[in-house]
């Protein structure tokens, strides 16, 4: 069984930025071979997928909105994901999951409903001041 541990997170005015990480651990095998994904569920909106890492095949990206603003890398020694938020804007807002597609899948087999993922984190919030 996989486990996600997130943090970072908390308020940041317009503009500013924020770290999300996410720790994995178990499963350490197969790890590399999952996509950790990056939901974000914001107030009154349905889930959606943000952006998403590979160990071996780095990064992709579901939202055109976070272009040149979001970066998510992975550090396979410490099992960790993290994804550096700039220049942040009020839509960014909302509930942030941390998310494990299943083993060998590639990060296109996610889907932003979160189909594909086969285990969950249980969420940080961001909340951006304007």
Known sequence: EVRLAESGGGSAQAGGSLRLSCTISGDSEYVSRRCIVWFRRATGKGLEAVAGFRFDRGATYWDDSVN????????GAKNTVTME??????EDAGEYICAAGRSYHSCSSIRGTGDGVDFWGRGVQVTIIS
């Open 68 to 75: 040149g603003r979001f970066a998510i890398s992975g550090e």
């Open 85 to 90: 938020m700039n220049n942040l804007k009020p």
